[in-house]
């Protein structure tokens, strides 16, 4: 088995959110260390800071030197890429300068893509997130070549979540992508983000998941049209299970339990002993 860690929506430098980011995933990458030490990799799937300030990314890049495994960048509607490039310089990137990579594990082929509409940085519209044409053919060669599973990861969902206000802002060309992967059929999952919210279901036959953010979560109202909305709940983290067999999609909400003290407590509604 290999074993992924999620990270979303860290939006560093977000003024009501205060020092919560900063907090959290420290708190986060502490808790990954303690309880999934066996992590191969930790991805963050975009909106790593809130208005893609070198300062924020500048606080991003120190939280992070105490991460306990390889971390892995995706930039979202809130990012900007050239401010995040300045800082993470050796983050992998396309010839077209595309925040993009492929990983290799032992049972998928991880493929992280750039859905960031910008520049020029115009908002509302480049909330909505898009996969050119340089992007699509880079997808089309990655998923020609594997030779295993792909899990796709994405910061904008390519398909509706029920939520019409982050519907607004999905991914804007989610058809032609879906008719992409269909050509191939070698998809086994799709991971995303931005909505800020605990999601997984089915579109066109492939399953996908979403996790919460570290900060503000979006309420469950479905039919409210403001994709500003929060409320604040605990944070939480992904963990994807990677075996022979597919793919297993956990949510640990690290912070409403002390998995330690648990553990320590010794065995919690054991079985007989035989």
């Given at each position: 088995?290999?074993?992924?860690?999620?990270?979303?929506?860290?939006?560093?430098?977000?003024?009501?959110?205060?020092?919560?980011?900063?907090?959290?995933?420290?708190?986060?990458?502490?808790?990954?260390?303690?309880?999934?030490?066996?992590?191969?990799?930790?991805?963050?799937?975009?909106?790593l800071t809130h208005?893609?300030?070198?300062?924020?990314y500048e606080t991003?890049?120190?939280?992070?030197?105490?991460?306990?495994?390889?971390?892995?960048?995706?930039?979202?509607?809130?990012?900007?890429?050239?401010?995040?490039?300045?800082?993470?310089?050796?983050?992998?990137?396309?010839?077209t300068g595309h925040?993009?990579?492929?990983?290799?594990?032992?049972?998928?082929?991880?493929?992280?893509?750039?859905?960031?509409?910008?520049?020029?940085?115009?908002?509302?519209?480049?909330?909505?997130?898009?996969?050119?044409?340089?992007?699509?053919?880079?997808?089309?060669?990655?998923?020609?070549?594997?030779?295993?599973?792909?899990?796709?990861?994405?910061?904008?969902?390519?398909?509706?979540?029920?939520?019409?206000?982050?519907?607004?802002?999905?991914?804007?060309?989610?058809?032609?992508?879906?008719?992409?992967?269909?050509?191939?059929?070698?998809?086994?999952?799709?991971?995303?983000?931005?909505?800020?919210?605990?999601?997984?279901?089915?579109?066109?036959?492939?399953?996908?998941?979403?996790?919460?953010?570290?900060?503000?979560?979006?309420?469950?109202?479905?039919?409210?049209?403001?994709?500003?909305?929060?409320?604040?709940?605990?944070?939480?983290?992904?963990?994807?299970?990677?075996?022979?067999?597919?793919?297993?999609?956990?949510?640990?909400?690290?912070?409403?339990?002390?998995?330690?003290?648990?553990?320590?407590?010794?065995?919690?509604?054991?079985?007989?002993?035989?």
């Open positions: 088995m290999t074993k992924i860690i999620v990270f979303t929506d860290l939006h560093f430098g977000q003024e009501k959110a205060g020092n919560l980011p900063k907090e959290r995933l420290t708190k986060g990458l502490a808790h990954v260390a303690e309880h999934n030490p066996d992590a191969a990799h930790i991805i963050l799937t975009g909106d208005d893609g300030v070198v300062r924020d991003l890049r120190d939280v992070l030197a105490g991460a306990p495994c390889p971390v892995h960048f995706m930039v979202g509607n809130h990012d900007i890429r050239e401010n995040f490039q300045a800082v993470f310089p050796a983050a992998d990137k396309t010839k925040v993009q990579k492929v990983i290799d594990t032992e049972f998928a082929t991880l493929v992280l893509l750039d859905t960031l509409q910008a520049p020029p940085y115009s908002y509302p519209f480049s909330h909505i997130g898009v996969l050119c044409a340089d992007r699509l053919a880079w997808l089309d060669a990655q998923l020609a070549a594997s030779e295993k599973p792909c899990i796709l990861f994405l910061h904008h969902p390519p398909h509706d979540t029920g939520f019409v206000a982050m519907d607004a802002i999905k991914l804007g060309n989610g058809p032609e992508f879906y008719d992409l992967i269909e050509r191939h059929g070698n998809v086994q999952q799709i991971v995303c983000g931005h909505v800020h919210r605990t999601i997984s279901g089915v579109h066109r036959g492939v399953p996908f998941c979403q996790f919460k953010s570290l900060v503000g979560q979006m309420p469950m109202l479905f039919d409210v049209m403001d994709f500003h909305m929060e409320t604040d709940e605990p944070a939480a983290y992904g963990i994807l299970m990677l075996t022979p067999d597919g793919v297993l999609a956990h949510t640990e909400d690290f912070e409403l339990s002390d998995l330690g003290a648990i553990r320590r407590s010794g065995p919690v509604n054991a079985p007989p002993a035989k």
